[in-house]
């Protein structure tokens, strides 16, 4: 026996020990006759949590749960599209659709119900070797609002190819048609909400986040899409992740819950982030909030899910204004005409019931205080406007076009006959209509491109509880923004989370601990430049012919300076020299008049003027250091300056050498002194000197004849 064949016996099974079918309730909100029923699964009472009963066959009592405002108004959203569609005269002329509803109590009652509507009106699901022709009792089900549900219907209903229209299932699981063929959604996958939200914390600079996650597949799963979008840009860290306990039905923590959760809130109020993360169910939060009210947290900006970011039930504890500023990613909002009357309707409009249907019911398919209950929230439903309720009215339409392309429809008539739900199934792959202003079709992956809102939450009475601030398309994957954020913090500032604060220009970043968000910031220095796009913790080296200044970006081409005569330390140094070339030159005119006095003579005689002249001509080249060089000035620089320097140090020597020694050596080495004056030693010693030190520099010059190379130098 095949995988296949093993599921269908199981399936007929679970049929024979499901309860048995309760007496009709004529005036019921639940069912609709009609020539072509629609299921519709909505969370209309939840627990996350109480999960018992699935160890053994037994179906919950999902009234014995907290009720949801939101899940009876998504109901209520699919019973007005049903009934527009039937009182319009053009879409589905002469044709009623009619609907079946059960309640699947958030997680505790999926798989009933989708046997339900697989099963026959005998409550028979026959084991028969090909489907194609099989009837079941609906035609498509709409629903149901979590991921988790969705994948436990689309379990039983992909085998027999019904579809699926699921309006706020989210996860990416979803998208893999080879194992759910038969599912589609009006709403964007988790991959865009997760964008939305990155792209927001990029836009207000919040690099240092908290994510808080809820202990089921969709806070883990949820997280895992943000962590691995993270890993894409060094952008953004996460400081620490931590999962929320989730209480049981009576909603009391108990003590190792609340061990728990005062943990977490310590390090919450521990942490310098201040913009928090959290996924997950509504249900799981009234208890953790309940708790950040206790501990008197604010300042923070508290960024929510998909599944509580427009929550009423949440957003009636107004004292949560002052823990911070709350933004959440939720569908766009679209105005339904006469939505907002209907919501709060009691009475039901009576259709003739075709001979064809046979109306039945089943268990969860009540709410008795439903319909109060939501008239206590009107207002801020109606206040906040119509956002996954649109989702629901768009999958009913949906289905409706693709019914109006099977029958045949024109504006007068369809052509009632059988409908397959693979038949219906592949219209709905190609329906493509406009509802409310809006383009609607499916992709690839069977999503409906909706436009995403990022709302903020509000508390004035009189205004939209959750403003729209921000709009995310799925098909350009940009973020635009359309109103300014009233931040709860003083002079409405932006609320700052980041690990450290921005480096200046020209300052790269040094790691400190894990996290490349936290770091300490370095000056480049001189010769080096940050280039931020490609490294942001390395100064890159600048290339041979360029340079750079501290802490700057880029580098520049070099270019040559030079002494100018209106600069300050030119002209200090021409004011020494002429002071040294006057002054020497006196010297020089006072040994010449005096020249055969004694006092000339035991100063040197000649060797004075050999000394005094080339000291005057080393004074006279101090002006061929202004300005740029040429071969003349190159010359005089690097030859005749040294000359004559090292022929006036030279005679400095050699005298300095008489005075100390020459006397001693005629008394003692009468022969050596004589040889030293017959030979004119000292003149002897300046030229050697001098034509060591002219000998390589005249060597080089004659080797080179092209211009001179001005080095580089920095500006």
């Known amino acids: 026996m095949g995988p296949q064949a093993r599921t269908l016996c199981l399936l007929s099974l679970l049929l024979h020990v499901l309860p048995k079918p309760g007496k009709l309730v004529e005036n019921s909100d639940f069912h609709l006759a009609g020539d072509y029923l629609l299921g519709g699964l909505f969370t209309l009472h939840a627990n996350v949590k109480s999960i018992s009963h699935l160890s053994y066959l037994q179906v919950p009592k999902c009234n014995e749960f907290t009720m949801k405002v939101l899940g009876y108004n998504l109901m209520q959203a699919m019973r007005f599209a049903v009934e527009e569609i039937n009182n319009c005269s053009s879409l589905l002329p002469g044709v009623l659709l009619g609907y079946e509803m059960v309640d699947v109590c958030y997680l505790s009652n999926n798989i009933h119900p989708g046997l339900y509507f697989l099963a026959q009106d005998d409550d028979l699901l026959p084991i028969l070797k090909d489907y194609s022709q099989y009837m079941p009792h609906v035609v498509a089900v709409i629903g149901p609002d979590n991921s988790e549900s969705a994948i436990t219907v689309s379990n039983i209903l992909s085998h027999f190819l019904i579809p699926q229209i699921t309006y706020s299932a989210i996860s990416d699981k979803l998208r893999d048609k080879r194992h759910f063929p038969s599912m589609l959604r009006t709403v964007p996958s988790a991959t865009h909400h997760i964008e939305a939200m990155v792209q927001l914390m990029v836009h207000f600079q919040w690099n ?134 209907f919501r709060v309707r009691r009475d039901k409009p009576g259709y003739p019931v075709p001979n064809t249907t046979n109306l039945r019911t089943t268990c969860n398919q009540d709410c008795d205080a439903c319909l109060n209950t939501t008239k206590s929230f009107n207002n801020i439903l109606i206040l906040s406007g119509e956002r996954v309720v649109y989702s ?105 989370s980041m690990c450290s604060k921005s480096c200046q220009p020209g300052q790269m970043k040094k790691s400190v601990g894990l996290h490349p968000c936290c770091f300490e910031c370095l000056d480049c220095m001189p010769g080096t430049y940050l280039n931020r796009s490609a490294d942001e ?57 005096h020249f055969q006095t004694p006092m000339v003579r035991s100063a040197g005689g000649p060797m004075c003027f050999l000394m005094l002249v080339p000291l005057l001509l080393a004074f006279g080249m101090v002006p061929v250091y202004v300005g740029p ?16 320097f090292s022929i006036c140090l030279s005679c400095i020597t050699v005298r300095s050498f008489q005075i100390v ?54 500006g």
């Open 208 to 341: 240092w986040i908290v994510v808080l996650v809820s202990d089921d597949d969709y806070g883990r799963e949820n997280s895992h899409l943000l962590s691995q979008r993270l890993t894409k840009t060094s952008d953004i860290c996460i400081a620490f992740q931590e999962v929320l306990p989730i209480p049981e039905s009576s909603q009391v923590m108990r003590s190792e819950e609340q061990r728990q959760l005062d943990n977490i809130l310590d390090k919450l109020r521990r942490t310098s982030a201040r913009v928090v993360v959290v996924f997950s169910p509504e249900l799981s939060l009234y208890s953790f909030f309940h708790e950040v009210l206790r501990w008197n947290f604010t300042g923070f900006v508290w960024i929510a899910s998909e599944s509580w970011a427009i929550d009423p039930v949440l957003h009636n504890l107004t004292e949560l204004r002052h823990t911070g500023t709350f933004l959440g990613v939720t569908i766009q909002r679209v105005s339904i005409p006469g939505f907002s009357q």
């Open 392 to 496: 629901v009215y768009s999958a009913v339409y949906a289905v409706a076009h693709a019914l109006h392309r099977l029958l045949g429809c024109n504006r007068v008539r369809c052509t009632k006959q059988k409908v397959y739900p693979w038949q219906l199934l592949r219209e709905i792959w190609h329906v493509n209509f406009t509802l409310l202003g809006n383009r609607l079709f499916f992709d690839q992956q069977g999503d409906m491109p909706m436009l995403l809102d990022i709302i903020q939450w509000q508390w004035d009475l009189s205004q939209n509880p959750f403003q729209s601030i921000a709009s995310y398309s799925p098909t350009s994957k940009r973020l635009t923004y359309i109103n300014n954020v009233s931040w709860y913090t003083p002079n409405n500032t932006v609320p700052v």
């Open 629 to 644: 060089p040429t071969v003349f000035s190159c010359f005089c620089r690097q030859a005749f300056f040294t000359v004559c």
């Open 537 to 593: 913790f390395n100064c890159l080296s600048c290339p041979g012919s360029m340079w750079s200044y501290k802490n700057d970006i880029t580098c520049f081409q070099r270019r040559p300076t030079f002494l100018e005569w209106h600069e300050v330390p030119t002209i200090v140094v021409a004011i020494l020299a002429a002071l040294g070339f006057f002054s020497t030159l006196a010297i020089l005119f006072i040994f010449w008049r």
């Open 661 to 714: 020694c020459v006397f001693k050596m005629a008394r003692r080495l009468p022969s050596a002194y004589s040889f030293w004056m017959r030979y004119h030693g000292p003149y002897v010693f300046v030229a050697f000197i001098t034509a060591i030190k002219v000998a390589p520099g005249g060597g080089q010059h004659a080797g080179h004849h092209h211009q001179p190379h001005w080095p580089d130098r920095p």
